[in-house]
């Protein structure tokens, strides 16, 4: 057996939380592999909605096993929220015994936070526009050799090592930034929800999916965030501090790459991105509005208003190619009802040459989009449950994008439901 990946091919937020959800029947583990709560899964079934943001989505189906593992870096106090809630929803996560949590995952402290969001006020006009979750500054512990990872809390020293690395990190802020907040609050919350978390089961993730293959059971890798997003292949530096292609799997998973079966990629009918960068088909204007109040395209974990734009198939191409893509999912095909015309990016003009990929540096000079107009449809498609029913123009759309992107469209998802996912192929 392999380990089947789904991720998103845009700049996040394409619906890969919606869709893992969809398809976790078909799984016997969800494994996340990298990110933290920086991410935002919403989910909608039975007129509920949740938003996770450690927790894999797969945690709603009886007989599915789910992991954090070790690519995803954990804020604990997140992570007892969300376990609350779900209690508190009817999900109890420890009498069900179906999380895992990797014990090489690394752990977010209260200061990592406050070292974000002390570097992004410094920043100012430039700032990367994080999430403010102190996802950067814990990955560079990481990288760094100085993290805290999930395994320790077990130990008898984590108190003096959580005591050692947040005086480094005060230290840091004093002769950095001046000053540092508060936060004995946090650190309360901080020891209380690592009392919970060592209650579920702490796991090596690489033996646990590994053992799960020979067995002949399936699994399904989450990632997080999205490949405009990829530390090495975003618009650097307007990235996330992980690797969220393929690649980002077997070492988020402790997957050999051998091991990789069918990967999924999502993206939007269109494009949105949030926070700061270059985001070559934006529309500043009425339809981007358009699309933003439509769309609801407001951030699910901090609730920030999402940058909006046209498809753009340079950058999908590019997120297809850096991750194998063998399966594409459209999302939020219902939102672009209504246009009489909608457009797809085919190329850039960029240093004064046309080009169809995705240069080096977007940064410092504009790629300027191409856009190709395209017919736009205007029935409703929330309830439609039969292929037989989808619009001829946006079948014609489809088949354009399969054309251009050389990859079927496997699912369309005409709302956030999760019965409203339709199979094309
Ligand atoms: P994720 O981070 O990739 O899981 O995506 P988010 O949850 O951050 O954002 C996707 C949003 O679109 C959520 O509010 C979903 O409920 C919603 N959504 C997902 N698929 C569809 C769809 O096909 N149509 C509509 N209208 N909403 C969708
Ligand atoms: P999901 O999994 C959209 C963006 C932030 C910022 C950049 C760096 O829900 O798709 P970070 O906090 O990671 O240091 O911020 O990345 N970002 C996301 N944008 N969806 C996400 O996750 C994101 N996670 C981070 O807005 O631009
Ligand atoms: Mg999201």
Not at 233 to 260: D, E, M, R
Request: hydrophobic share 40%; charged share 25%.
């Amino acid at each position: 057996m392999a380990v089947d990946v789904l991720l998103g091919l845009q700049w996040g937020d394409e619906g890969k939380g919606k869709i893992v959800d969809v398809l976790s029947a078909g799984y016997d583990l969800i494994a996340r592999f990298q990110g933290g709560p920086n991410a935002g899964h919403t989910l909608e079934f039975d007129g509920k909605k949740f938003v996770l943001n450690t927790i894999p989505s797969g945690i709603f189906f009886e007989n599915t096993m789910n992991l954090i593992g070790n690519g995803v870096v954990i804020d604990p106090i997140t992570l007892k929220k969300e376990i609350d809630k779900l209690k508190a929803a009817g999900h109890d996560l420890l009498a069900k015994k179906n999380l895992m949590i990797a014990k090489r995952a690394h752990l977010i402290l209260p200061t990592h936070q406050l070292l974000d969001a002390a570097s992004e006020k410094k920043m100012g006009e430039g700032k990367i526009g994080s999430t403010l979750k102190g996802i950067g500054p814990t990955y560079m512990d990481k990288t760094g050799r100085n993290g805290l990872r999930i395994g320790d809390i077990t130990l008898p020293d984590f108190k003096e090592r959580y005591q050692k690395l947040t005086d480094k990190h005060v230290s840091m802020l004093k002769a950095l930034y001046g000053e540092v907040d508060d936060f004995s609050e946090r650190e309360k919350a901080f020891f209380e929800a690592i009392e919970l978390i060592n209650q579920f089961e702490l796991v090596d993730s690489e033996h646990v999916v590994n053992k799960y293959l020979r067995k002949g059971k399936k699994v399904l890798a989450e990632g997080a965030q999205g490949t405009m997003l990829d530390i090495d292949f975003g618009s650097y530096p307007f990235v996330t501090s992980s690797n969220t292609t393929t690649a980002g799997a077997c070492t988020g998973l402790g997957v050999a790459p051998n091991k990789i079966g069918e990967v999924i990629g999502i993206f939007k009918a269109y494009c949105t991105r949030v926070g700061s960068g270059p985001f070559p088909t934006e529309l500043d204007n009425e339809t981007g509005e358009e699309l933003r109040q439509t769309g609801h395209e407001f951030g699910a974990t901090t609730g920030r208003p999402r940058r909006t734009g046209w498809i753009d198939l340079p950058a999908l191409k590019f997120a297809i190619m850096l991750n194998g893509v063998t399966q594409l999912v459209m999302t939020k095909a219902d939102i672009l009802s209504g246009f009489d015309k909608i457009y797809a990016c085919t190329h850039y003009n960029y240093l004064g040459e046309k080009i169809d990929y995705m240069p080096y540096d977007i940064c410092s000079a504009d790629a300027v989009p191409v856009l190709k107009e395209i017919d736009g449809w205007h029935e409703d498609l929330t309830g439609i449950t039969e292929v037989s029913q989808i619009p001829a123009k946006l079948k014609a759309y489809i088949e354009y994008l399969e054309a251009e992107l050389g990859v079927p469209v496997k699912y369309l998802s005409v709302g956030p439901d999760r019965v409203q996912t339709l199979i094309l192929h």
